[in-house]
């Protein structure tokens, strides 16, 4: 039996097995095979590649990256739903479906999914993240992959367009958020293609963008750090329009003074708005706090 690379085909096939879209698991299934082959075409996916994928769905995207020869490891939370995907056709033996969540928490990585995105490709090869993440869980997932200390090399993903828009916010701007800075911190990233809802199925009632981010070498954390700069940060933005000086005291549980003395010791101006601050300087000030350098 040939794929079935087509929204009818796929839903057809859905169908007999008695099967549709979860929206527990936040399920919208990419569809359409021009979109998924211009997501595998802009991840320049090549034959000596290990490529991870969250959300196998049912397997167009799989499909089109173990078209490759690519070496793919694909995560889905449904097990009937992956179980279907395993059936549809005889997958080459470089794929591998993997069952389960690839969250162990709100904000914590499952070890299977952390372990898949350490395997080393073959030579030559890149270790690539490409999936249309499910849009509930896109941001914790990409920021446990880039607060990994081996983040893959490349990683190309279908999110929520806001979603992405707000990722790449810079600072200063109304979309910059808590994880706007550890986004920057960590990778560089650009929004390479915008998809409508048709693209799906069924269809969302927003817009999605093809989101590109090329984590920075070396990885911009030391051993242990990565969960506490994120929680500083996160307590920040909770007083983002307040001077540095103030927020910066309530996320760092001291006195405006203290957090004051911080701030000048990192070369900044404890005046200045917390949101218009540089995530490498937000990085500094938090180790000049903890008197790391």
Same mark, same amino acid.
């Given at each position: 039996?040939?794929f ?6 796929l ?11 979860d929206r ?39 499909h089109?990256?173990? %078209? ?7 995560f ?6 992956? +179980?279907?995907?395993?059936? $549809?056709?005889?997958w ?5 479906f ?5 969250l162990a ?6 070890p299977?999914?952390?372990t ?5 490709p073959a ?7 490409v999936?249309? $993440?499910?849009y ?25 367009r ?7 916010a ?12 550890l ?9 390479? +293609?915008?998809f ?15 989101l590109?981010?090329d984590? +920075?070498e ?9 969960? %506490? ?21 309530? %996320?760092l ?7 004051e ?9 404890p ?11 937000l ?5 000049? +706090?903890?008197?790391?350098?």
């Amino acid at each position: 039996m040939s794929f079935p690379r087509t929204a009818q085909a796929l839903s057809a096939a859905l169908e007999a097995a008695g099967l549709a879209p979860d929206r527990r698991h936040g399920q919208c299934f990419l569809t359409d095979v021009q979109a998924v082959d211009a997501i595998v075409r802009d991840a320049a996916v090549t034959a000596d590649d290990h490529v991870v994928e969250v959300g196998t769905g049912p397997g167009l995207l799989t499909h089109a990256l173990a %078209a490759t020869g690519a070496a793919v490891t694909t995560f889905d939370i449904d097990a009937r739903l992956q +179980r279907f995907t395993q059936d $549809l056709v005889a997958w080459p033996p470089t794929v591998a479906f993997v069952e389960g969540d690839v969250l162990a928490g709100k904000h914590e990585l499952a070890p299977a999914f952390a372990t898949a995105l350490e395997r080393e490709p073959a030579p030559g090869g890149r270790r690539l993240l490409v999936s249309n $993440l499910p849009y509930n869980v896109a941001t914790p997932i990409l920021l446990g992959v880039l607060g990994l200390p081996r983040p893959p090399q490349q990683i190309t993903v279908m999110v929520q367009r806001e979603v992405g828009e707000k990722l790449l916010a810079p600072p200063g701007q109304p979309a910059h958020g808590a994880p706007s800075v550890l986004v920057g911190l960590a990778a560089t990233g650009r929004i390479l +293609r915008r998809f409508p809802p048709q693209v799906f199925w069924p269809r969302p009632r927003v817009d999605s963008a093809l989101l590109r981010l090329d984590p +920075r070498e070396p990885a911009p954390y030391r051993a242990g750090e990565a969960d %506490a700069f994120g929680r500083f940060v996160t307590a920040l933005f909770t007083r983002r329009r307040k001077v540095l000086r103030t927020a910066a005291a309530h %996320a760092l549980g001291v006195s405006p003074a203290e957090a004051e003395a911080a701030a000048v010791s990192a070369g900044l101006d404890p005046t200045m708005r917390a949101q218009d601050v540089a995530p490498d300087d937000l990085l500094a000030l938090w180790r000049s +706090r903890y008197g790391v350098r």
